[in-house]
């Protein structure tokens, strides 16, 4: 989870009383990022994706409808596996399910530490990113693993932590997305801490 306890020298982000890692998911080894389909996933954190494989994690990608792998090329994520469940809009209830199940099938038996979760944050009429949301945040309780929710915009009044895109990330994010893309990526802190 994105923690208030940061190792030393990890620079931070003060948030009210907590101390936020200044990029997402930063110490995580391996990311799984689940989302209800892949251009959303790029429009909201495909600069921290490519930060994430070049700074050398293994990154996966489960997406509950569809995933265009030329887009994902497009923005430097082309060896990136992705796991498409090709589950129809809008979302059924028992969608939650699947989508549980698809990350535990990724994530593994045992995935060891270092374990990172990339989930969409809650919006007001989207259930389809909240059954997406609901499986993640289960699933990184189980591991014990780190969880962090992109969203569209940076809230107001949540704690939240910016992502600005530079050089290649920003320029394979806007030939994957389009001019209007984002280059500052919004994340909803968990502030709880994993044991």
Request: proline share 7%.
């Amino acid at each position: 989870m994105i923690s208030e306890l940061c190792e030393p020298g990890t620079a931070t982000l003060r948030t009210g009383r907590h101390r936020l890692p200044e990029t997402p998911l930063e110490r995580a080894s391996r990311v799984v990022a689940a989302a209800v389909d892949g251009a959303e996933l790029l429009a909201e954190a495909g600069g921290l994706l490519q930060h994430l494989v070049t700074g050398g994690a293994e990154v996966e990608i489960v997406v509950a409808v569809d995933a265009d792998t030329r887009l994902l090329a497009r923005c430097g994520l082309r060896s990136v596996p992705v796991h498409r469940l090709g589950l129809r809009r809008p979302l059924r209830a028992d969608a939650e399910d699947d989508l549980l199940a698809a990350l535990s099938e990724v994530v593994g038996f045992d995935p060891g530490p270092g374990l990172g979760i990339l989930a969409p944050g809650e919006l007001v009429d989207r259930p389809d990113r909240a059954a997406v949301a609901h499986a993640a945040e289960v699933a990184a309780a189980v591991y014990g693993a780190e969880i962090a929710r992109s969203l569209p915009a940076r809230p107001a009044a949540a704690p939240s932590t910016g992502y600005l895109l530079e050089g290649p990330e920003a320029a394979h994010k806007r030939y994957a997305v389009g001019q209007a893309a984002s280059l500052v990526e919004s994340f909803l802190a968990d502030l709880r801490v994993a044991r």
